[in-house]
């Protein structure tokens, strides 16, 4: 990787990894071990200018399509149904699951990416997936902004 300098201070930045949150009800993102660029004084960059476009492109692409989902039926009134037994789903989501993903992108060093989202729990089989992954799709934009300028990263 060719040596970067700090946008605001000048000084080499290196690459540092960074624990981050982000809210957007009822969606709240973790992501763990982010590489990001970091200057001695602490001021961030993203480690690639396209990063932001990238992570959301995977995980909206690649990873919110492979978490459990219910199916709904109906177009006033909506049934939801369990996508691994096909039986009717009570209304309530109090539950809240963490779905984990791991994303390594670009040859940067891999990182974890939470998920927490209310679930529905079958009660016939015990499975537990999303309400709608439209609803979580939905909000990931939203919350991993909130969570990289939480954490004040800069774009190049
Ligand atoms: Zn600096
Ligand atoms: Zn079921």
Redesign the pocket.
């Known amino acids: 990787m060719t040596i970067r300098h700090?946008?605001?201070?000048?000084?080499e930045?290196d690459l540092a990894r960074l624990s981050i949150t982000g809210e957007q009800s009822p969606l709240a993102v973790a992501v763990r071990d982010l590489p990001v660029l970091e200057?001695?004084?602490?001021?961030r960059r993203f480690a690639l200018a396209d990063f932001p476009l990238l992570l959301l492109d995977h995980l909206l692409e690649q990873d919110e399509p492979q978490l459990p989902a219910s199916t709904s039926r109906g177009l006033l009134f909506k049934h939801f149904h369990c996508a691994a037994c096909g039986a009717e789903l009570g209304r309530d989501t109090d539950r809240q699951h963490t779905f984990k993903v791991e994303i390594a992108l670009a040859g940067l060093p891999p990182f974890e990416v939470d998920l927490t989202m209310p679930v529905h729990r079958c009660e016939r089989c015990g499975h537990e997936q999303l309400h709608s992954l439209k609803e979580l799709r939905n909000r990931t934009p939203a919350a991993l902004a909130h969570a990289f300028k939480s954490a004040a990263i800069a774009a190049h």
């Open positions: 700090c946008s605001v201070c000048k000084a930045m200057c001695p004084q602490g001021h």
